[in-house]
């Protein structure tokens, strides 16, 4: 009798000491303060959900544009193919000379259900005008292309159409009073893991068309980036700006948001979708409403040290009141960013088109989230959203 007792004392005591290490994993899971997240209607959590992770890198490789022909093949602009172009492709030479792709970000993104994605942003400056079908032939579609290659240099997967490209006017580029820019992006999607996760680098070229048929642009060569960052290497916390969840609810101008790792839903899987990086602490979010020259508008980056900061000052910054207890309560003017695991609600002070721009922050100290900042991603995400 006395064997079994203390039998079943052993395993009991085992059961705690597991059950302690369990927890004490949970504990050490996060290095920020937990904060209690608020409710997030479902239908908005499921498309977190399917959203998955991402994280965006900033790239800025530029390369000139060439005119190319149907076959891929570089046309020079001055030769007599243009010689006879009809009255509306009648181009002085300026047009031809001196336009460029820059490629600004990849974004990397990670769903469990369908693999990976590749999302890039080229800004384009030419005297021509960019058009998403070719207005000579409607079966001909701008279009993406991408490929990847091993660390031998093999191209062990490729994707050469790639649509729809999306192409959004900017407005005249301050850098050559000739040209127009305009943003082109497209996304390749359903990327096996195996492949990105033993790939070392991603190469990308757009074919894009103009309001001239004869007229087909392209960099001038395959513009190549590392998977993890623009450097090559494992990028850190500040390299990189990871996703953040914003969704409007719909009325009452509230706008939820999450953190990047919150609607993943899996164990497992950061904010970075892959190997080297780690989380951020938290996220800066500011926005402004688009045209106003006051409420909202962010002419320059709010100060990063938050002792610096007024309750004024959060006309422009998404923030929130600290929890009792937790933080800053002696400072009513500090307010918290967004958890990298959290959710919050924001209900904005006005309605309509908001201009919404977010970036990661690592803390000196993580577990104080009053702490100075370590760093912040050098640039930021952009979105907009219409808030009802």
């Known amino acids: 009798m006395l064997h079994k007792i203390l039998q079943f004392g052993g395993l009991l005591l085992i059961f705690v000491f597991t059950l302690f290490l369990q927890q004490a994993c949970k504990k050490t899971e996060h290095t920020s303060i937990v904060k209690p997240s608020i409710k997030v209607p479902e239908s908005i959590l499921s498309k977190w959900r399917s959203e998955g992770t991402a994280a965006t890198y900033r790239v800025n490789k530029k390369s000139s544009a060439i005119v190319v022909d149907e076959y891929d093949k570089e046309i020079n602009s001055l030769s007599g193919k243009f010689a006879a172009l009809s009255a509306v492709c009648d181009m002085e030479d300026d047009?031809?000379?001196?336009?460029?792709?820059?490629?600004?970000?990849?974004?990397?993104?990670?769903?469990?259900?369908?693999?990976?994605?590749?999302?890039?942003?080229?800004?384009?400056?030419?005297?021509?005008?960019?058009?998403?079908?070719?207005?000579?032939?409607?079966?001909?579609?701008?279009?993406?292309?991408?490929?990847?290659?091993?660390?031998?240099?093999?191209?062990?997967?490729?994707?050469?159409?790639?649509?729809?490209?999306?192409?959004?006017?900017i407005g005249p580029d301050p850098a050559n009073a000739d040209k127009t820019l305009y943003r082109i992006v497209y996304k390749a999607s359903g990327i096996a893991s195996n492949l990105i996760e033993t790939s070392v680098i991603g190469e990308h070229r757009p074919v894009i068309y103009t309001d001239c048929g004869e007229v087909i642009t392209t960099p001038?060569?395959?513009?190549?980036?590392?998977?993890?960052g623009s450097s090559?290497?494992?990028?850190?916390?500040?390299?990189?700006?990871?996703?953040?969840?914003?969704?409007?609810?719909?009325?009452?101008?509230?706008?939820?948001?999450?953190?990047?790792?919150?609607?993943?839903?899996?164990?497992?899987?950061?904010?970075?979708?892959?190997?080297?990086?780690g989380r951020p602490n938290e996220h800066d979010i500011e926005w402004r409403k688009p045209g106003d020259a006051f409420l909202g508008n962010?002419?320059?980056?709010?100060?990063?040290?938050?002792?610096?900061?007024?309750?004024?000052?959060?006309?422009?910054?998404?923030?929130?009141?600290?929890?009792?207890?937790?933080?800053?309560?002696g400072s009513p003017n500090k307010k918290e960013r967004l958890a990298f695991f959290g959710t919050m609600s924001y209900p904005f002070p006005v309605g309509?088109?908001?201009?919404?721009?977010?970036?990661?922050?690592?803390?000196?100290?993580?577990?104080?989230?009053?702490?100075?900042?370590?760093?912040?991603?050098?640039?930021?995400?952009?979105?907009?959203?219409?808030?009802?």
Do not use: M
């Open 95 to 169: 047009d031809f000379v001196n336009n460029s792709f820059t490629l600004e970000t990849q974004k990397i993104g990670f769903d469990c259900s369908v693999g990976y994605s590749v999302e890039v942003t080229y800004l384009l400056s030419t005297g021509f005008i960019p058009a998403s079908i070719n207005p000579g032939n409607p079966a001909q579609l701008s279009r993406g292309r991408f490929r990847l290659k091993n660390a031998s240099g093999s191209v062990i997967y490729t994707n050469g159409s790639i649509t729809p490209v999306t192409i959004t006017p």
């Open 220 to 228: 001038s060569d395959w513009q190549a980036v590392s998977l993890s």
């Open 232 to 277: 090559g290497s494992a990028p850190g916390v500040c390299d990189k700006i990871d996703l953040v969840h914003i969704d409007p609810d719909g009325s009452g101008n509230l706008v939820y948001f999450g953190g990047c790792d919150f609607g993943v839903g899996t164990t497992g899987i950061s904010c970075y979708p892959f190997g080297g990086a």
């Open 298 to 329: 962010w002419p320059d980056a709010l100060p990063d040290d938050f002792i610096n900061l007024t309750l004024s000052s959060y006309s422009q910054r998404v923030s929130w009141d600290y929890i009792a207890g937790q933080g800053c309560t």
């Open 352 to 388: 309509g088109i908001i201009e919404v721009r977010y970036r990661n922050v690592k803390l000196a100290s993580p577990s104080d989230p009053c702490s100075v900042n370590d760093c912040t991603t050098g640039t930021w995400q952009y979105v907009t959203i219409n808030v009802q």
